[in-house]
């Protein structure tokens, strides 16, 4: 077994390599989260952030506007349109009627209204199928709608990063660690740290302790 002063000199070594390893992945992560300022909004979302920014803000209908598919469709598109139509998650999705009040005026059975909050977004160009005078929401135009949410929650999450990394992310220093290991000695005092839980063939009256505080400056 080493010495009991070369056990003691690497237990303070790999303390003090832990302590500093430490610094320097934090050090490593701060870096990380300021280059990633750069990145465009949408790399700070999730699609079920997306998903869920959705299903809050345009809520699903309850039911299919059939009046307005009444009005615009041939009785038998129409039905088999009602026969597939489900509620759903979100009325943000393809081939739904997309009833905004610039297409069925402010008395609309429902609306899209907060599409034009969305940045980058305006709903006069979404690309959508007409049936009739009657518009549906495109698979194109549900991607466009998701990009603007992407882009709305990730700019604000990206903006919250900016603030935190200009006005001084704090850096960890590690200043104290603490020891305490439990130590097997022989007669010539050399040592080994052991659990001293598990030791077996292990005498008692051969284990110690070696408590330490190290002060880092």
Not at 20 to 45: I, K, N, W, Y
């Amino acid at each position: 077994m080493p010495s009991l002063s070369t056990v003691v000199s690497s237990l303070v070594r790999d303390a003090a390599a832990g302590a500093t390893a430490g610094e320097r992945v934090a050090a490593l992560d701060r870096s990380d989260l300021e280059d990633r300022l750069s990145d465009p909004p949408e790399s700070f979302v999730e699609e079920s952030e997306i998903d869920a920014f959705l299903r809050e803000r345009f809520p699903p209908p309850e039911e299919p506007p059939i009046d307005h598919l009444t009005k615009a469709l041939h009785p038998a598109v129409r039905d088999r349109y009602l026969e597939s139509w489900q509620p759903g998650e979100t009325a943000i999705r393809p081939y739904e009627v997309f009833l905004h009040p610039a297409d069925v005026g402010e008395d609309g059975q429902r609306r899209f209204e907060g599409l034009e909050r969305l940045p980058g977004l305006d709903p006069a160009d979404l690309p959508l199928e007409r049936r009739g005078d009657l518009p549906f929401l495109t698979p194109e135009a549900v991607g466009r709608i998701r990009d603007a949410a992407a882009n709305a929650i990730g700019t604000r999450r990206r903006d919250a990063i900016r603030t935190v990394a200009e006005s001084g992310i704090p850096e960890p220093v590690v200043e104290d660690v603490e020891m305490d290991v439990k130590l097997a000695i022989d007669e010539d005092l050399d040592a080994r740290a052991i659990d001293a839980r598990a030791a077996t063939g292990v005498e008692s009256q051969a284990v110690c302790s070696l408590s330490a505080r190290m002060h880092f400056r």
